[in-house]
């Protein structure tokens, strides 16, 4: 059963750059043919995406973060990875990664991990 | 890209049925049948209920289904049961550069 565990600093300095990794098991990110994305939830609001890398390492990215944002794969570890700059108290949010299997469906989701972003 | 438009909450009884619009433009929900649904708990990860406008997946019982027209598309939960109050989202494909645009989400009580 194909499962996506997040990991990184729960806490980050304004101004710095926060770091995600998404390690998935049980499936080959490169080979299965799949998209895989990050999508986030500030405090008390709703889900917004980030980002998706595909199968082949082509990326898309939200307008609103893209001068921010890099997806990226490293295929030794089977993980994907998100590296947001600049960082505000407004990047606060709980971060998912997901596995999309169709054009905006994201079928199989990480628990999620909180990131704060400090002053 | 501005989020999808999803009213704040609804609410029926147990063993009503509830419907949660979504409304996008002709770039998104009108522009392509790439519309999901997802039930999220607070303190768990998304579900996905519904894909691609109408597609369930595996697992997910019949009383949820979907719908579109134009440029609103809608979840319909029919047969309530307590364990479906969650907050639901709608997501729809946006074109080969937005992949994906959420709704801003819709708190659902069961009474």
């Known amino acids: 059963q194909v499962q996506l565990q997040e990991s990184g600093p729960g806490l980050v300095k304004a101004s710095e750059t926060l770091s995600l990794t998404c390690a998935v098991s049980d499936s080959s990110i490169i080979s299965s043919g799949y998209y895989w994305g990050w999508i986030r939830q500030p405090p008390g609001k709703g889900l917004e995406w980030i980002g998706t890398i595909s199968h082949s390492g082509s990326t898309y990215y939200s307008v609103s973060l893209k001068s921010r944002v890099t997806v990226s794969v490293d295929t030794s570890k089977n993980h994907f990875s998100l590296r947001l700059t600049s960082v505000t108290a407004s990047d606060t949010a709980i971060y998912y990664c997901?596995?999309?299997?169709?054009?905006?469906?994201?079928?199989?989701w990480g628990q999620g991990t909180m990131v704060t972003v400090s002053s | 890209q501005s989020a999808l438009t999803q009213p704040r909450s609804v609410s029926g009884s147990p063993a009503q049925s509830v419907t949660i619009s979504c409304t996008g433009t002709?770039?998104?929900?009108?522009?392509?049948?790439?519309v999901s649904w997802y039930q999220h708990h607070p303190g768990k990860a998304p579900k996905l209920m519904i894909y691609d406008v109408i597609k369930r997946p595996s697992g997910v019982p019949d009383r949820f289904s979907g719908s579109k027209s134009g440029n609103t598309a809608s979840l319909t939960i029919s047969g309530l049961q307590v364990e479906d109050e969650a907050d639901y989202y709608c997501c729809s494909y946006a074109g080969s550069n937005t992949l994906a645009v959420f709704g801003g989400g819709t708190k659902l009580t069961v009474l």
């Open positions: 002709s770039s998104d929900v009108g522009g392509y049948n790439y």
């Open positions: 997901a596995r999309r299997n169709r054009p905006a469906a994201f079928d199989i």
